[in-house]
């Protein structure tokens, strides 16, 4: 059981460029999220899903896209990295929502934007 | 809106001491109150979910109490060892479906 695995582990952008950090989770949970953490910042959501073929956006979506085509993967698309997406990315996974369950995360996305 | 405060944000203490750490929110209608920590450079790691009919959770060396009359939640660590040296983050979701973090308190146990 491997839990939430991401990759890259670390990434390093050109302004402009676009790339997937892929997030996968083999615990059959239905509930999936990306985060954000910035210092001073916290952790902010960036978008969701509930379930296979359902996203909804958090708090921070702009420059971002995700899809769910499989309960197992909820990749996260930049579309056209930009300076102020250099961030820790995090993926999490919950068997319920969050207004009654833990969320299990992944060991983060390191990207730095140039 | 709710809001979620730590404080204090740095805490250092010898190995052996029982510590509390402190997580106030604005909001008492509360879905759940969640505690979390998170090593330097690594994930986050589930301690504690305490629902809002609780008013306490336990695991091992590990005690969240939950009062939402007071806006407060509280978790309390046992006997610490240096291993439990880490970021430990309080966070409730809001009806957005967000989870709205604390800044988190940096916890260092000196041997």
């Known amino acids: 059981n491997a839990g939430v695995t991401q990759t890259p582990k670390f990434q390093v952008l050109k302004t402009g460029q676009s790339m997937t950090l892929q997030c996968a989770q083999d615990m059959n949970h239905e509930y999936m999220s990306w985060y954000r953490q910035d210092p001073g910042m916290g952790l902010r959501l960036i978008h969701y899903s509930v379930g296979a073929g359902i996203t909804d956006q958090g708090e921070v979506p702009n420059g971002y896209n995700v899809s769910r085509s499989t309960t197992e993967d909820f990749p996260l698309r930049l579309l056209s990295a930009a300076p102020s997406q250099t961030s820790v990315y995090f993926c999490?996974?919950?068997?319920?929502?969050?207004?009654?369950?833990?969320?299990?995360f992944g060991p983060g996305t390191r990207l730095t934007v140039l | 809106k709710q809001e979620v405060t730590q404080i204090p944000a740095a805490l250092s203490v010898p190995e052996g001491e029982n510590l509390v750490l402190n997580c106030s929110f604005t909001?008492?209608?509360?879905?759940?109150l969640q505690w979390f920590r998170q090593d330097p450079g690594k994930g986050l790691t589930s301690l504690l979910l305490?629902?809002?009919s609780q008013r306490e959770q336990t695991s091992g060396r590990l005690n969240a109490s939950l009062d939402k009359s007071s806006g407060r939640s509280t978790l309390y660590i046992a006997a610490s060892q240096p291993g439990d040296s880490a970021t430990y983050l309080c966070?409730?979701?809001?009806?957005?479906?967000?989870?709205?973090w604390g800044a988190g308190t940096k916890l260092i146990i000196k041997p």
């Open positions: 305490i629902q809002s």
């Open positions: 999490a996974s919950s068997f319920d929502s969050v207004w009654t369950d833990t969320q299990y």
């Open positions: 909001d008492s209608a509360i879905y759940n």
């Open positions: 966070a409730a979701p809001d009806s957005n479906y967000q989870l709205i």
